[in-house]
Antibody, heavy 120, light 108 residues
Framework: QVQLQESGPRLVKPSETLSLTCTVS????????WSWIRQSPGKGLEWIGH???????RFSPSLKSRGTMVLDPSKSQFSLTLTSVTSADTAVYFC??????????????WGPGTPVTVSS | DIQMTQSPSSLSAYVGDRVNITCRAS??????LNWYQQKPGRAPQVLIF???TLHSGVSSRFSGSGSGTDFTLTISNLQPEDCAIYFC??????????FGQGTKLEIK
């Protein structure tokens, strides 16, 4: 059974960098696309972006200029970095497993989510 | 961006009722439409993918239909554990996956 777990700081100061890690256990990271999704009261569920094990990466256009995703297969982890955060980045952040193609899939495994607050 | 609009935003029904939640896409997403259920404090869980295929372990009381721009999630014989928020999602556009704003279902 594949399990995902997010980790990272829960409080980030405005203008600083948010860094989160998702650890995958129970299966190989190959074959699938791996996503970050966030949820805030004001904007509902927002897909941040995804990447595949072979290197295909896609970021939401609204976050592309501030975001980076990195894979560390040796640790079965992937990470999200968002720079220059503002209060609008306050949300619960989820990692999830998607399909085997860049379109047409669905998120069948999710981490429990980690809340991040941007505040001084 | 493909906008996903759900209706209603909230609804209340009795145990045993049948309810429909609709999702409309701003352009055709063909059959790349998924439904999720989210309970308080939990991550969303996929119920139905590709319009009408039930995810493993999901009750047959859930069903999905539609194509193109208009889709429906139907819950039959409503049970207390169905109290949740339901989201639709399109994955047709690989540039940007988008979700509906959610429908909050309350059991009377």
């Amino acid at each position: 059974q594949v399990q995902l777990q997010e980790s990272g700081p829960r409080l980030v100061k405005p203008s600083e960098t948010l860094s989160l890690t998702c650890t995958v256990s129970g299966d190989s990271m190959g074959r699938y696309f791996w996503s970050w999704i966030r949820q805030s009261p004001g904007k509902g569920l927002e897909w941040i972006g995804h990447f595949s094990y072979v290197g295909t990466t896609r970021f939401s256009p609204s976050l592309k200029s501030r975001g980076t995703m990195v894979l560390d297969p040796s640790k079965s982890q992937f990470s999200l970095t968002l720079t220059s955060v503002t209060s609008a980045d306050t949300a619960v952040y989820f990692c999830a497993r998607g399909g085997q193609q860049s379109y047409g899939g669905w998120f069948d495994r999710w981490g429990p989510g980690t809340p991040v607050t941007v505040s001084s | 961006d493909i906008q996903m609009t759900q209706s209603p935003s909230s609804l209340s029904a009795y145990v045993g009722d049948r309810v429909n939640i609709t999702c409309r896409a701003s352009q055709s997403v063909f059959t790349y439409l998924n439904w999720y259920q989210q309970k308080p404090g939990r991550a969303p869980q996929v119920l139905i993918f590709r319009v009408s295929t039930l995810h493993s372990g999901v009750s047959s009381r859930f069903s999905g239909s539609g194509s193109g721009t208009d889709f429906t999630l139907t819950i039959s014989n409503l049970q207390p554990e169905d109290c949740a928020i339901y989201f639709c999602q399109q994955t047709y556009s690989e540039l940007l996956y988008t979700f509906g704003q959610g429908t909050k279902l309350e059991i009377k």
